[in-house]
């Protein structure tokens, strides 16, 4: 079943709150925000935090809808119940949006519009790269609005590293093996380390990845590691390791991609803590990341 969330950008003149109520096709029930769940009754829930003085944007918490595809109904009002004379509130939009997380207002008067997805673009070019291609370590959170059963077609990437067809990197989660990758493509050949995980819809999870540099190194302690060894980390568990013949060729100039690869292959969520190092840590220090 999916999830969504509701928007309602409201004011209020006094301090008499509004309320909106959020109603399903399929059983003709209405949400309860304060416990999320679904009742027989019609239920309104209070439109809190409004000011007389500037539009506030209530949000409601994230709304499972069930089985099937049911549509929502949403109302926003003064019940009966709690109106009072003189009592005076102003709606400017409300906004139902398919997803985990609420984001910004799309302004329309009654048909749906479908969401342009954005490309974040770090620069890594050769003079100060962000990305360091030849040894370091990357963290970050990153939260999925989608279950590991409900993906079939493209990888959802995490961040990509692109020079050329033939020298890339990237972090993603693999459809096709259900799990996550850390893949470095040198000279046309990809070299993967990866941790085999069944993602859940809204929980969080800390991806690090590191590679070691030209020489053998000991950044575990007393296991030394190859030269060019990568490995990932998720939630602190070690993934399989793998060994590159050297590192991808870099172009002199390029971007760092988070969230996706292409416009097919988006992560589809939210990425935080988003962290960049010029050098490989440890185990210990991995599974502490990121900070």
């Known amino acids: 079943s999916d999830k969504v969330r509701v928007q309602v950008f409201f004011r209020d003149d006094s301090s008499q709150p ?8 399929s059983d003709s029930k209405y949400w309860r925000d304060s416990d999320s769940t679904w009742q027989a009754a019609k239920t309104w829930n209070t439109l809190s935090g409004g000011s007389a003085t500037a539009i506030t944007r209530w949000i409601s918490k994230s709304i499972d809808v069930g089985a099937g595809t049911p549509t929502l109904t949403v109302a926003v009002g003064v019940p ?27 302004l329309t008067t009654n048909a749906a519009r479908t969401r342009s997805a954005d490309r974040l673009l770090i620069s890594n070019d050769a003079g100060m790269r962000t990305w360091i291609g030849s040894q370091g370590t990357f963290a970050c959170t990153v939260l999925a609005d989608w ?24 972090i993603a989660y693999a459809v096709a093996t259900g799990r996550f990758v850390y893949q470095r493509r040198v000279a046309g050949v990809n ?21 070691t540099g030209s020489i053998a190194e000991q950044p575990d302690g007393d296991r030394t590691l190859a030269a060019y060894t990568s490995t990932i980390f998720v939630d602190g568990v070690r993934g399989t390791d793998v060994v590159c013949p050297q590192p991808p060729i870099e172009l002199s100039t390029g971007n760092l991609e988070i969230g996706s690869g292409s416009d097919t292959d988006r992560w589809g969520g939210q990425i935080r803590k988003v962290q960049s190092y010029n050098k490989p840590f440890s185990a210990e220090e991995c599974a502490r990341l990121p900070q």
């Open 18 to 25: 509004a309320s909106v109520f959020i109603q399903r096709s």
């Open 80 to 106: 009966t119940a709690t109106g009072v004379a003189g009592q005076i509130n102003h709606f400017y939009a409300v906004q139902c949006e398919l997803g985990q997380f609420a984001s910004s207002l799309i």
């Open 147 to 170: 279950n590991t059963a409900d993906i079939s077609t493209s990888d959802h990437v995490i961040a990509l590293a692109y020079h050329d067809a033939s020298n890339w990197e990237r």
């Open 191 to 211: 070299y993967d380390t990866y941790l085999a995980t069944t993602v859940v819809k809204g929980q969080a999870y800390d991806i690090v990845v590191r590679t």
